[in-house]
């Protein structure tokens, strides 16, 4: 059973602050990985991708992945009220368009 | 990205019914696909709609129950079929306009509550 891990949270962080947000995949052959954000009651939008290991940086957002200890996780800088929402984390392998969805980690930036 | 629509927004049906769910969007893509999200939970995937194929559906999930269309290269339907109360959930329509894989955008849902 291919999963991928999520602690649910909430977490909560005051705004400026950094918020690190977490996942394990269970697939080693998942290629690629996902970060999505989720308002409540909309649609997931997508916020970035990452296949290599290291960092990707995307304006506030920074992905990491680690691909020998399964690990991805997304770095919100100078966090903002507006982030608060449940962030999802999905993974892909490479042979599939098929994205794998973890349960999410409900993030609150207090003001 | 692409501009994704999709009808009805949201839908309360009897038990025994079906609803037709439709997904728009403005630029031809090859694959679509379907997910469900069911209440407090994450996505999972249906089906992949491929347009000139049958649909390939994801374990768990059959044609009968969730019959797909995909007439042309902008436009599907996921059918939920005989509903029970279990169905109620947000369908999901999303695409990978650049066809990598790597970019997928989801239409805004459509919330289904099955009575």
């Known amino acids: 059973q291919k999963e991928v891990e999520q602690n649910s949270g909430p977490l909560s962080v005051p705004e400026g602050a950094i918020a690190s947000l977490n996942c394990t995949y269970s697939?080693?052959?998942?290629?690629?990985f996902f970060w999505y954000r989720q308002y409540s009651g909309k649609s997931p939008e997508l916020i970035m991708f990452?296949?290599?290991?290291g960092d990707k940086e995307d304006g506030r957002f920074t992905a990491q992945l680690n691909k020998a200890s399964q690990y991805v996780s997304l770095l919100i800088r100078d966090s903002q009220p507006s982030d608060s929402a449940t962030y999802l984390c999905a993974a892909r392998g490479d042979s599939s368009y098929k994205l794998i969805f973890g349960s999410g980690t409900r993030l609150l930036v207090r003001p | 990205s692409a501009v994704i629509s999709q009808k009805p927004s949201r839908d309360i049906c009897q038990r025994g019914t079906s609803l037709t769910i439709q997904c728009q969007v403005d630029?031809?893509?090859?694959?679509m696909f379907w997910y469900r999200q069911q209440p407090g939970q994450s996505l999972t995937l249906i089906a992949t709609?491929?347009?000139?194929?049958?649909?390939?559906?994801e374990s768990g999930f059959v044609i009968d129950k969730f019959p797909i269309s995909r007439p042309n290269l902008t436009f599907s339907t996921l059918t939920v079929s005989n509903l029970s109360p279990e169905d109620s959930s947000i369908y999901l329509c999303?695409?990978?306009?650049?066809?990598?894989?790597?970019?997928?955008?989801f239409g805004p849902g459509t919330r289904l509550t099955v009575l």
């Open positions: 697939d080693r052959g998942s290629q690629s």
């Open positions: 990452i296949y290599s290991n």
């Open positions: 709609a491929n347009q000139g194929s049958e649909a390939t559906y």
């Open positions: 999303s695409v990978d306009p650049g066809g990598s894989g790597n970019e997928q955008f």
């Open positions: 630029s031809q893509v090859t694959m």
